[in-house]
């Protein structure tokens, strides 16, 4: 089974823009902070971006503050992650990810999607 699944994942070239779309299987997930983490080759993984259940609190990795941005539709139990001013050091596998809370998101992610790479060329 596989709760959480992303897509939107694609090339594109330094400068441009994709959103990243993670669709979450069953209305528990209205309760779960969710988040995105990516993982390059030969590298570990990475947080990128959480927000919490209600939506009142998000938090962005240093490197894409100001570029990405975070959203949540929970009636749709839907996040989505708007990737703008892409470089190619984004060049990264995304995943999709729900925990219990922020802390716990950061600290052990409880469901993984499967990936989608985004690849940006320069």
């Known amino acids: 089974q596989v709760p959480v699944v992303e897509s939107g994942g694609g090339l594109v070239q330094a400068g441009g823009s994709l959103r990243l779309s993670c669709a979450a299987s069953g209305r528990t997930f209205s309760t779960y902070a969710m988040g995105w983490f990516r993982q390059a080759p030969g590298k570990e993984r990475e947080f990128v971006a959480g927000?919490?259940?209600?939506?009142?609190?998000?938090e962005y990795a240093d490197s894409v503050k100001g570029r990405f941005t975070i959203s949540r539709d929970d009636g749709q139990n839907t996040v989505y992650l708007q990737m703008n001013s892409l470089k190619p050091e984004d060049t990264a596998e995304y995943y999709c990810?729900?925990?219990?809370?922020?802390?716990?998101?950061?600290?052990?992610?409880?469901?993984w999607g499967q990936g989608t790479q985004v690849t940006v060329s320069s």
């Open positions: 927000i919490s259940w209600s939506s009142t609190n998000t």
């Open positions: 990810a729900a925990s219990t809370s922020l802390v716990a998101l950061r600290a052990a992610v409880a469901y």
